[in-house]
């Protein structure tokens, strides 16, 4: 075998044996590290956690989408003064602009749904069969609503996972009647849970049904084609801004707006509002991760502290070792092994530990909190780079000791 | 006929000086000249200040000379780099020092394998020769001691195995009986003439005549000068000092 192998080997050895040789000094140096790490996991796990909750609650939104709404004052909280109207005719010309793939007119209420003896309050949200796509919505049985039941103005309703519970008991609800006051709707799907709202609503509490349909059996016709807001998607968020302009110049069209009259509604650009939602998230694991570090940055100070006073310390040792032969070389790698297997071992238990109280954490208040191999990554970069940069200045030192002085050392 | 070795030390117009950080110069040796043949058993004495441990240091190779040459078995040494000394330290020296100088958390067995270690030695061979050199100075049975488990003497016995496992070309003895009482300081001086005996070249650094007479040859050294090389039985400290 090479030579440097086998002294390499012997020098890793002795490294081990003088961090057996002081046990309590050495653990309590590695919980240093121990500790920062399982911070940092800890806190990664817990950013990824809150992201993956906002993501979740975002998914009610579809990608790229525009909101048009009317403009309407509000004065201490309560709505009044004039307020304009959003008609189902602004939706159509609105569906003509470029780059636009899905357009919804949304009619959003609440009513008493009821099957056999059971009775419900949820939100009913009357729309195109575009609406899937804009809100996202994905069938878990049945169907959707299509084209022929919005012309027809067909009695169907696709229902949430939320309403599958109460009023089915979780059984499978396609082709079932359900009653929305006299009238009765038949089931034509059963949507995919979505989970929490950004506001905390449940968003499987949902009964969909066509705007047509709603028109003519439910709502009535007291202002015609009236909807509270229509939901607009773009092919590609590029194509965004360019968009809402077009939307803008259509709808001032479709309205008849006299060039100086302000616009009676307004569009809100979602994307932007839900990468400001994200970012926040993202911001907050960078802000939760960075704290911990400060732990771990700590715990690097503390191996650096025990290797410095290990190196004074050990003074003669290093002036016998290098005079019966030891060469620079093999010095500092003692010492730097040394530091660097503290912080190895320190990262791997931190690393493990900080995945199960991640765990049972979220085992306890009921969330998935995920494992990524980022953390494992991190914690061998981390072992490495605080084991190197901690040890690096005391095996130095380590080095430099002339063998005569060393030895002269009591 | 075998060629005739080089001699195992050679030291020509030897100079050592200290500079201090004020400017100030403290010159120690002052151009020595020595050749010691293999197989020789060499005291040098002198007293305190006399420069005899900065020669130690140098004949060591822990030290560099000012000036001057330093062979060691034909080699030119005095001009290595650290790494290279390190190599001459391991392989061609053994040290045995007053303080004993074991690693004080490793077994006997431990201590003795240090030099092993860096020599590149693979485990078992290793194992084979520190347990040769534990039984030549009679420590078979302690190997898994600690030093702070057995006696002064004992300890440096240890320490001579320790320079013994590397077969070096020369024993380098600095005051080696310096921390012990008379009758285990025999017994290590006997180890001394043994080893020499068997062929070991042997140097004993020492201020104390009782150690000096267990050589054959005397170097006496007072500022910095060699003032006496000879027989060690015809040596007068009163007539030469």
């Keep these: ?410 | 006929m075998s060629a005739k070795l080089p001699p195992v030390i050679k030291i020509a117009s030897l100079h050592k000086t200290y500079y201090m950080d004020g400017g100030q110069n403290y010159p120690v040796l002052h151009g020595l000249d020595l050749k010691i043949e293999a197989g020789e058993f060499v005291a040098i004495m002198g007293p305190s200040g006399s420069g005899k441990s900065t020669l130690m240091n140098i004949l060591g190779c822990l030290d560099k000379p000012t000036r001057g040459e330093y062979y060691i078995d034909g080699v030119l040494v005095s001009k290595m780099n650290q790494d290279e000394l390190a190599d001459v330290r391991n392989q061609k020296i053994g040290f045995v020092f007053q303080g004993f100088n074991l690693l004080m958390q490793r077994s006997i067995i431990d201590n003795t394998k240090i030099p092993m270690m860096y020599l590149g030695l693979t485990g078992a061979e290793q194992d084979e020769r520190a347990m040769k050199a534990l039984a030549h100075v009679k420590l078979t049975g302690f190997e898994t001691r600690l030093p702070t488990q057995i006696s002064g003497g004992m300890q440096q016995r240890v320490a001579i195995a320790r320079a013994l496992v590397n077969s070096p070309s020369l024993l380098l003895a600095d005051e080696p009986t310096g921390n012990l009482d008379s009758k285990t300081s025999d017994e290590v001086m006997k180890i001394f003439t043994d080893l020499n005996r068997e062929g070991k070249t042997v140097v004993v650094i020492t201020h104390e005549p009782d150690v000096a007479r267990y050589a054959k040859r005397l170097v006496y050294i007072k500022d910095g000068l060699i003032k006496y090389d000879g027989d060690v039985k015809k040596f007068k400290a009163g007539a030469n000092g």
């Design chain 1, 1 to 410: 075998m090479d030579r440097r192998i086998v002294i390499a080997r012997a020098v890793a050895s002795e490294a081990w044996i003088s961090i057996k040789a002081n046990k309590l000094r050495s653990f309590l140096t590695t919980l240093g590290i121990i500790i920062g790490v399982c911070a940092v996991v800890i806190m990664v796990a817990a950013g990824q956690t809150v992201q993956n909750m906002i993501n979740q609650q975002l998914s009610g939104i579809g990608a790229n989408l525009l909101i048009i709404r009317p403009e309407f004052t509000t004065q201490g909280g309560l709505r009044g003064g004039t307020q304009s109207i959003i008609r189902t005719n602004d939706a159509d010309a609105i569906r003509n602009v470029r780059n636009i793939i899905a357009v919804s007119p949304m009619v959003m209420t609440t009513r008493q749904i009821a099957y056999k003896s059971q009775n419900f309050a949820t939100q009913l949200i009357a729309s195109t069969t575009d609406v899937a796509k804009t809100g996202n919505y994905e069938i878990e049985s049945g169907r959707f609503f299509d084209e022929r039941d919005m012309r027809g103005a067909v009695p169907v309703v696709v229902i949430g996972s939320t309403i599958q519970q109460e009023l089915f008991h979780g059984a499978d609800p396609v082709g079932e009647v359900i009653r929305i006051g006299n009238v009765p709707f038949t089931v034509k799907g059963l949507l995919k849970t979505k989970g929490q709202g950004i506001g905390g609503q449940d968003q499987d509490a949902v009964v969909l049904m066509p705007i047509t349909t709603f028109r003519r059996r439910i709502f009535g016709t007291r202002i015609p084609n009236r909807v509270q807001m229509i939901m607009a998607q773009v092919s590609d968020e590029r194509f965004i801004e360019e968009a809402k302009l077009q939307i803008e110049v259509v709808l001032r069209e479709t309205r008849r707006l006299k060039p100086d009259a302000e616009n009676d509604f307004i569009i809100d650009n979602m994307t932007e509002m839900l990468n400001t939602i994200r970012s926040v998230g993202l911001y907050l694991s960078v802000l939760l991760a960075s704290i911990a570090g400060i732990s771990l940055v700590v715990g690097s100070i503390g191996i650096m502290n025990m290797m410095l006073v290990s190196v004074s310390e050990r003074t003669r040792e290093i002036g016998i070792r290098k005079a019966i032969g030891a060469k620079n070389s093999s010095i500092l790698m003692q010492f730097l092994l040394e530091s660097i297997l503290i912080s190895f071992i320190g990262s791997m238990v931190g690393m493990v530990l900080g995945i199960g109280l991640g765990q049972i954490a979220g085992a306890v208040m009921g969330y998935a909190v995920p494992i990524s191999y980022m953390t494992v990554l991190l914690a061998v970069a981390v072992a490495i780079v605080v084991g190197v940069a901690a040890g690096i200045v005391p095996a130095m030192k380590a080095t430099r000791l002339d063998p005569i002085e060393a030895l002269r050392y009591q």
